[in-house]
Each structure stands twice: as C-alpha cells, then as structure tokens.
C-alpha cells in the first residue's frame, strides 16, 4: 500500500459526458501527478500539482482540467469524454515535487467510456 | 520530443533464467527511476540511479545508468514467479522539469 488512495476504482460512462477522479496523496507529501495508462500509449504524463499550484503540464487535452485543494487533495476532470478516454488514471505523490523525487502511485482508477 | 525507449517489449523466461532490460532516452537524463507494475497493480518504485556509471543491486536485481546517462538496464538474475510484471524506466521531463517521462515497459512472464 503506497498511502496514496484514488476513488473511485472503477468508472463506466458514456460518450459526452464529465466525471470527476480524486486523489488524496500519502500524508506529508505536498505534490500530486496525474498520469493516463492506455494500452498503445503507455503512462502519460497529465499535470503536477504542488501545494494548490500548477507545477507542469503534459499531455492533457483541453477538456481535462484538475486542481489541487488546500487539503492537499486532488481532483482530475474529464469531460466531454470520448470512446479514446477510456484508460487507466493514476494519481502519484512526492514531497517536494522535484526531479529526483520519488512518485508513489495510488490504485488506479479504471474509466471505462462506453 | 524526448523520448524513452524500452527493449524488448515482451520477454517470457523459464524459472531460473536471467532476464535483462534495455532502457534508452534520446537525450541525456539527470537521474533515471525504475518501476515495476505487477499484472492489475499500480507502478511501484524501485530504485533511482544519478550517477553516470552507477550500479546499483537488489538481491537478485542489478540496476545500471550508463556512463553517457543516455541508458540504463535492469538485470534480474535467477528469476522467480513472484518477478513477473512491468519493468518501466522513467526519466525527467526536459520540458515539463519535474515529470516524468515513461518508457513503454519490458512485460516480463515466467513460467515454472
């Protein structure tokens, strides 16, 4: 168990619609990742959040968006989903944030969009 | 862009057989980080290497970043059951500074 938890674990929609995934990071630990896990793309990075700002940006489509809460938590935003959304989400966690830190990846969550 | 590879994509071994990944990036890394992903798990880290030439051990794992720090393996003597998963390296983002940048993993099955 890496301390980082992500709800919910499974996720099934529809095409068009908007769903929020939520990451709580490993206690003390002030930056969160988000990464896509699809099959032909490997794990993408999405955005980092470090103590409520945006740190970087990856490869996050414009229909995504996320943000990082004074509690620390985190919460990724996908709407207008379409049928190629359809991957594994991962949060991940360091304390500081930085190129060396290590990143612990919570469970996962599987989104499904039919 | 920056890119990180990984060979090969799968690899199937028999119990007891050495295993070997191949990671490489298409520039020069600060620090590489190795993860394993065990079947319907989450990436869980493994190690990190900094050091041009640096290698690394763990019991049966041997981690090494080459002297240019554009590559890097991992090595597993003796392969069990319980070693079966991803093996993926990972190095900093250029771009995005403190992200990482993922290769697409060695798939690793053994049998017994």
């Known amino acids: 168990d890496s301390g980082v938890t992500q709800t919910p674990k499974h996720l099934i929609t529809a095409t068009g619609q908007r769903v929020t995934l939520r990451c709580s990071p490993r206690?003390?630990?002030?930056?969160v990742y988000w990464y896509q896990q699809s099959l032909d793309q490997g794990l993408q990075f999405l955005i980092q959040?470090?103590?409520?700002?945006?740190?970087a940006k990856g490869n996050i489509l414009e229909r995504f968006s996320a943000q990082q809460f004074p509690d620390l938590h985190s919460e990724l935003n996908l709407s207008s989903l379409e049928l190629g959304d359809s991957a594994l989400y991962f949060c991940?966690?360091?304390?500081?944030?930085?190129?060396?830190?290590?990143?612990?990846f919570g469970p996962g969550t599987r989104l499904t969009v039919l | 862009g920056q890119q990180v590879m990984q060979i090969p994509q799968y690899q199937h071994v028999q119990e007891g057989e050495d295993f070997t990944t191949y990671c490489n990036s298409s520039?020069?890394?600060?620090?590489i980080q190795w993860y394993k992903q065990r079947p319907g798990g989450h990436p869980v880290f493994l190690i990190q290497?900094?050091?041009?030439?640096e290698v690394k051990k763990q019991k049966r794992l041997t981690f090494q970043f080459g002297e240019a720090k554009k590559n890097s393996s991992l090595h597993i003597t003796a392969t069990q059951t319980t070693d079966v998963g991803t093996y993926f390296c990972a190095g900093p983002d250029n771009q995005a500074g403190t992200a990482l940048i993922f290769g697409k993993g060695t798939t690793l099955s053994v049998s017994s």
């Open positions: 959040y470090y103590n409520g700002e945006e740190r």
């Open positions: 520039t020069t890394l600060s620090n």
């Open positions: 991940a966690s360091s304390q500081a944030g930085g190129r060396t830190d290590t990143q612990y």
């Open positions: 206690s003390g630990d002030l930056s």
């Open positions: 290497l900094v050091k041009s030439g």
